[in-house]
């Protein structure tokens, strides 16, 4: 079922790539850990150990070649897991019980919504890219998640918008056609 992200003050609890145990398949490979074709099939190194995508992740190599074809639009095998449901870096929430604006781990868990990119959306950023024109993105309703475009996630890292304990404000979802009541007062006035 998607769902909207809780509307609600949160704070960052951490920023990293996300790895799924055992709800998301294709997400129990970090994103951009690098594939080795081994005959017809694929593997990877996780932790210093050698694995097998598809007892892994249930992914065949056919299915692997086909998808990378339909997102990156390449025939060649690809080099790297591009996969990961959670795109190359998520940002982890929590909500701050007790106000201090510190991530207190065992008062204060992190949340299951997060702040990601998804694969579609990263494959066509990389595909404008590669073009020289701006991407363009369908942020698809989410499980919970807050969607957001590949650059602006590296963008509000690297600016510092987004860090560990910084605010991020969840605000509650509306219509499309709803006009919050202070811009119609806003734009009515000029």
Request: charged share 25%; hydrophobic share 35%; glycine share 6%.
């Amino acid at each position: 079922m998607k769902t909207p992200t809780p509307a609600g003050t949160y704070r960052v609890a951490s920023i990293g790539q996300h790895v799924s145990k055992w709800k998301y398949p294709l997400s129990k490979i970090p994103w951009g850990t690098k594939l080795i074709r081994k005959g017809d099939r694929f593997e990877v190194d996780l932790k210093g150990k050698r694995q097998d995508v598809e007892k892994l992740t249930g992914a065949s190599a056919d299915w692997v070649l086909r998808t990378y074809k339909l997102l990156y639009k390449m025939t060649d095998a690809p080099t790297e897991w591009l996969f990961n449901d959670f795109g190359h870096l998520t940002v982890y929430l929590y909500v701050d019980k007790n106000k201090d604006g510190r991530w207190d781990r065992k008062q204060e868990p992190r949340l299951s919504e997060f702040i990601h990119t998804t694969p579609n959306d990263e494959a066509a950023e990389h595909l404008a890219r590669a073009k020289g024109i701006e991407p363009s993105y369908n942020l698809g309703e989410s499980h919970g998640c807050v969607h957001v475009r590949p650059g602006d996630i590296d963008t509000a890292v690297s600016a510092g918008y987004l860090k560990a304990n910084q605010l991020f404000v969840v605000h509650p979802q509306r219509s499309l056609h709803e006009v919050p009541k202070r811009c119609a007062e806003h734009w009515s006035a000029l």
